[in-house]
Structure formats: structure tokens, C-alpha cells
């Protein structure tokens, strides 16, 4: 049974932080891509990070470059996004994506709420 579970969402202030995990299970975590989305009220969802493996250099979006890190440890079946500078625009909900590199196998979790506000 494929799983995604997200943790670590939570109601934080402006220029706050936030560590978000995403613990997979049912697949062979690393040979697949793993990605954080993010969908807001009234919002289309929307890509904020992507980390293919293990050795690969991370995307982001423009929105969260130098403020989001997103890694990844295999070992653990865990994928992280760590928020800094958080602001009122980056509340959403936040899910985990995995795809696998090659084929077509893809897992969405069930996301975690992020709310930044004073």
C-alpha cells in the first residue's frame, strides 16, 4: 500500500519557520522524483520544489528561491522542505508528489496545512 504522509505543517508568524516531512512507503522511495506542491484558497495547485535523487540539485520555484530548502534522505524514506522567511503568501496547503523517474508511477500525499499570519 503506497502512503505519502506529510507532517510538520502548522500556524506561524511572518518571518517564521517551518520544516515540512513527507515519510513514504509501498515503493521503492529512491528512484523516484519527489516534489512539494502548494495550493491556496481559490488557487490553482502549484509546483514549489523538486528534488530528482539523492545527488541531484534541487528546483524551486521563484517564488521560494533562497527561502526554501528541500532534501531528501533516502534511508529514511523521507523527503523535507525546510521554510524560512515565511510570508502570508505562502499559506496554503503543501503536498507531497512522488514520480517515478522512469515510467509513469505517480503518489500524491494528503497534504499538510502551512498558515502564516500575525
Known amino acids: 500500500q503506497v502512503q505519502l504522509v506529510e507532517s510538520g505543517g502548522g500556524l506561524v508568524q511572518p518571518g517564521g519557520s517551518l520544516k515540512l516531512s513527507c515519510l513514504a512507503s509501498g515503493f521503492t522511495f529512491s528512484i523516484y522524483a519527489m516534489s512539494w506542491y502548494r495550493q491556496a484558497p481559490g488557487k490553482e495547485r502549484e509546483l514549489v520544489a523538486t528534488i530528482a535523487s539523492a545527488e541531484a540539485v534541487p528546483n524551486y520555484a521563484d517564488s521560494v528561491k533562497g527561502r526554501f530548502t528541500t532534501s531528501r534522505d533516502n534511508a529514511k524514506n523521507t523527503v523535507y522542505l525546510q521554510m524560512n522567511s515565511l510570508k502570508l503568501e505562502d499559506t496554503a496547503v503543501y503536498y507531497c508528489?512522488?514520480?517515478?523517474?522512469?515510467?509513469?508511477?505517480?503518489?500524491w500525499g494528503q497534504g499538510t496545512q502551512v498558515t502564516v499570519s500575525s
Open positions: 508528489f512522488a514520480r517515478r523517474r522512469v515510467g509513469f508511477n505517480a503518489y
